[in-house]
């Protein structure tokens, strides 16, 4: 009988089956499809902590042989070491790749300068990723104002919006769009752990399991156990029932804002698949 009352999954990755592909991002990638042949220069904006999982093959079939800049976005939850890595890893496949926590000037400032291209009185960029990857983020920190809408919840841009970023500089930025079908049970609970699935798409007391057992089997000290987690933030209602819903929607809160410390669930040399 597992403690709490909490559900124990057989295995780590989730029981239940993650998906979510609602008809804007169809109609998403059908206008990126038709945008991409405008623009010079691509940014991918990519989850630091979900580097693997949390970007489309979809879109970089469609970047083709233009500029390709990948941004590996809130580098402040993610592991510095496994961060620089994947950068390091990026470069090796000709990638030039930034980690970027929008709060850092001179790392936006950077990524900007690779957005003109040289010849072009105009230089045209589109910002691309899946959901809540910070990609609007980006794009006020490049613009210096807040211009386009910023949640930290999956699908709130839900259209293209052009931005003047300079005179020599016009930027897109686009929708976040999943793939049709998230392949492996891994990369369901991974993107639902960092905010790129909306919470009425999954289990949390299932995702909140899948978190905490990967931590443990990694040694990773600083990521409670669900039940310790419990026992610390007394989600007990009367008569000793643990409240479970709650407590793992807090347990994914917690972890998706590191505060649990900064954590990277993928590694660039672990294709792991659970």
């Given at each position: 009988?597992?403690a709490?009352?909490?559900?124990?999954?057989s295995?780590i990755s989730?029981?239940a089956?993650?998906q979510?592909y609602?008809?804007?991002?169809?109609?998403?990638?059908r206008?990126i499809g038709?945008a991409?042949?405008?623009?010079?220069?691509?940014?991918?904006?990519?989850?630091a902590?979900?580097?693997?999982?949390?970007?489309n093959p979809?879109?970089?079939?469609?970047?083709?042989?233009r500029?390709?800049v990948?941004?590996?976005?809130?580098?402040?939850?993610?592991?510095?070491?496994a961060?620089r890595?994947w950068?390091?890893s990026?470069?090796?496949?000709?990638?030039?790749a930034l980690?970027v926590n929008?709060r850092?000037p001179?790392v936006?400032?950077?990524l900007?300068s690779?957005?003109?291209?040289?010849?072009k009185?105009?230089?045209r960029?589109m910002?691309?990723?899946?959901?809540n990857?910070g990609?609007?983020?980006?794009?006020n920190a490049?613009?210096?104002?807040?211009?386009?809408?910023t949640?930290?919840?999956?699908?709130v841009?839900?259209?293209?919006?052009w931005?003047?970023l300079?005179?020599?500089?016009?930027?897109?930025?686009?929708p976040g769009v999943?793939v049709?079908?998230i392949?492996?049970?891994?990369?369901?609970?991974?993107?639902a752990a960092?905010g790129a699935?909306?919470?009425?798409?999954?289990d949390?007391e299932?995702v909140s399991r899948?978190?905490?057992?990967?931590?443990s089997?990694?040694g990773?000290?600083g990521v409670?156990?669900?039940?310790?987690?419990v026992?610390?933030?007394g989600?007990v209602r009367r008569g000793?029932?643990v409240?479970?819903?709650?407590?793992a929607?807090?347990y994914?809160?917690?972890?998706?804002?590191a505060k649990f410390?900064r954590?990277?669930?993928?590694l660039?040399?672990?294709?792991?698949?659970t």
């Amino acid at each position: 009988m597992p403690a709490f009352g909490l559900r124990v999954p057989s295995e780590i990755s989730s029981t239940a089956t993650i998906q979510w592909y609602p008809g804007h991002m169809a109609r998403a990638m059908r206008h990126i499809g038709d945008a991409v042949r405008l623009v010079d220069v691509v940014v991918e904006a990519i989850d630091a902590r979900v580097p693997r999982s949390g970007a489309n093959p979809a879109l970089r079939r469609m970047i083709g042989r233009r500029r390709h800049v990948v941004i590996l976005t809130r580098s402040d939850l993610a592991d510095p070491a496994a961060t620089r890595a994947w950068i390091a890893s990026f470069a090796a496949r000709g990638l030039t790749a930034l980690a970027v926590n929008a709060r850092e000037p001179h790392v936006v400032a950077r990524l900007g300068s690779l957005l003109r291209v040289e010849g072009k009185a105009t230089a045209r960029a589109m910002v691309v990723g899946i959901p809540n990857a910070g990609k609007s983020t980006i794009v006020n920190a490049l613009i210096k104002r807040t211009a386009a809408k910023t949640e930290r919840r999956a699908g709130v841009t839900m259209r293209t919006q052009w931005f003047r970023l300079s005179a020599s500089v016009e930027l897109m930025d686009t929708p976040g769009v999943l793939v049709p079908k998230i392949a492996t049970k891994a990369a369901q609970w991974k993107l639902a752990a960092v905010g790129a699935i909306p919470p009425e798409r999954y289990d949390p007391e299932e995702v909140s399991r899948c978190v905490a057992r990967w931590a443990s089997e990694r040694g990773l000290r600083g990521v409670p156990s669900v039940e310790n987690f419990v026992k610390e933030r007394g989600f007990v209602r009367r008569g000793g029932k643990v409240d479970a819903h709650n407590a793992a929607q807090s347990y994914l809160r917690a972890f998706e804002q590191a505060k649990f410390g900064r954590v990277s669930l993928e590694l660039a040399d672990d294709a792991e698949a659970t």
